[in-house]
């Protein structure tokens, strides 16, 4: 069973900036997000958007978010 629970795209990419990622750059609802010793990562969700429990464990493996960070 996974850990993750679906979360709104606005509190995942609150969660991610309070673990050190910022927005770099957008364009249109395209955010670029940049941390320093990552590669750069596109959040390409609307505010209102479900994130469900698979496509958080994808975005996790790329930002190293954790559960406990939502």
Do not use: Y
Request: glycine letters at 8%.
């Amino acid at each position: 069973m996974s850990n993750w629970k679906s979360v709104k795209a606005k509190r995942l990419l609150a969660a991610l900036e309070r673990i050190g990622w910022r927005v770099k750059r957008q364009t249109g609802s395209h955010k670029i997000l940049e941390r320093q010793g990552w590669q750069d990562v596109v959040f390409a969700f609307h505010d209102g958007d479900e994130i469900g429990p698979k496509m958080l464990a994808r975005v996790a493996k790329v930002t190293g978010l954790k559960p406990e960070d939502l």
